[in-house]
């Protein structure tokens, strides 16, 4: 069956005023950072989930949306979710992680201790769709799943930046633990982990550099 389709209605802006928005965007952006320590300080939870419908706005493969957001506040969740995860770094950082990715991520200090999935007021869990359901429960192949996955995780972080709040992303490996905690069905399948609220006040980043456009951008 054919897709209804209906004019669009773009604004087409001023180059003047493109150029203010991307210009502040982009410099929003630049002061985003990436957060290890929280304030337990609870957040406006509809601004959350603002930011998710936001995240759910993002394109995907044949429209299929096949994300799940799981907005944990319930600190016994929580706790669990951190357990779980510690284990599977410890595991992680005792040997499934090669040489190489140890030397790569050591100069940030990080390891198995993962305080910020207790202490954060928020733990965003998404999930992928591997598969989904017709209305007379058949199984519907989505496509192109990560990527539209990745894309929406994106517009996320973005838009929790763009709200005032911190995020950190979090991606142990595995996380098959998270839909057995959250109770989740058997086509949906971990894809990150986002603690999100406000820095706790001894809260300290590194100092980094990111590559500058003319090392990104390739014009032809």
Not at 21 to 39: D, G, K, N, V
Not at 80 to 94: F, L, W
Request: charged share 30%.
């Amino acid at each position: 069956m054919a897709a209804e389709f209906v004019p669009h209605r773009f604004e087409r802006l001023p180059d003047e005023v493109m150029r203010a928005r991307s210009e502040a965007f982009l410099e929003a952006l630049r002061r985003r950072r990436t957060i290890r320590a929280y304030s337990t300080e609870p957040v406006p939870l509809d601004v959350v989930e603002n930011a998710v419908a936001a995240a759910a706005t993002a394109p995907s493969g044949a429209n299929q949306q096949p994300w799940t957001f799981v907005v944990v506040t319930e600190p016994e969740l929580k706790r669990r979710i951190r357990a779980a995860a510690e284990e599977e770094e410890r595991r992680s950082y005792g040997g499934r992680m090669p040489e190489e990715w140890l030397r790569a991520i050591e100069p940030f200090g990080t390891d198995e201790r993962k305080p910020h999935l207790e202490d954060a007021p928020v733990v965003i869990a998404v999930f992928e769709q591997a598969y989904g359901r017709s209305g007379s429960g058949e199984k519907v192949k989505h496509y192109y799943v990560r990527e539209s996955v990745g894309i929406a995780v994106g517009f996320l972080i973005a838009a929790l930046n763009d709200a005032g709040l911190a995020s950190l992303v979090h991606t142990p490996s595995p996380m098959g633990f998270l839909r057995e905690i959250l109770g989740r069905p058997e086509n949906e399948r971990a894809y990150v982990l986002l603690a999100v609220g406000y820095p706790a006040e001894e809260a300290t980043v590194p100092v980094i550099d990111k590559k500058p456009l003319d090392e990104v951008l390739v014009r032809r």
